[in-house]
């Protein structure tokens, strides 16, 4: 069973930088695509970004400019990079390994509270 598991949360000022880690079990290869989703309080999950196998990248319009996605293929770790945070960013933040059309695994998330 495949395991992704995400750290590098907290409580940033606004204007401050966290950098999340999605650590995969298995090979990240082994998806089609590993994204970032987000959920605020009261809120459904949005989406944030994914990486193709590629390396090619799809950003949500609310974090374009702001927030970078990256991989280490041989730590088999995907990471996101956030910059210039906003309150509005305070969310919990989930790692997905995506397969295929209903055919995902998920992380347990990582709360960015960002706040003066």
């Known amino acids: 069973q495949v395991q992704l598991v995400e750290s590098g949360g907290g409580l940033v000022q606004p204007g401050g930088s966290l950098r999340l880690s999605c650590a995969v079990s298995?090979?990240?290869?082994?998806?089609?695509?590993m994204d970032w989703y987000r959920q605020a309080p009261g809120k459904q999950r949005e989406f944030v970004v994914q990486m193709a196998k590629s390396g090619s990248t799809n950003y949500a319009n609310s974090v374009k400019g702001r927030f970078t996605i990256s991989r280490d293929n041989n730590k088999n770790t995907v990471y996101l990079q956030m910059n210039r945070l906003k309150p509005e960013d305070t969310a919990v933040y989930y790692c997905?390994?995506?397969?295929?059309?209903?055919?995902?695994?998920w992380g347990q998330g990582t709360q960015v509270t960002v706040s003066s």
């Open positions: 298995g090979s990240i290869f082994s998806f089609i695509a």
């Open positions: 997905r390994g995506w397969l295929g059309p209903g055919d995902d695994f």
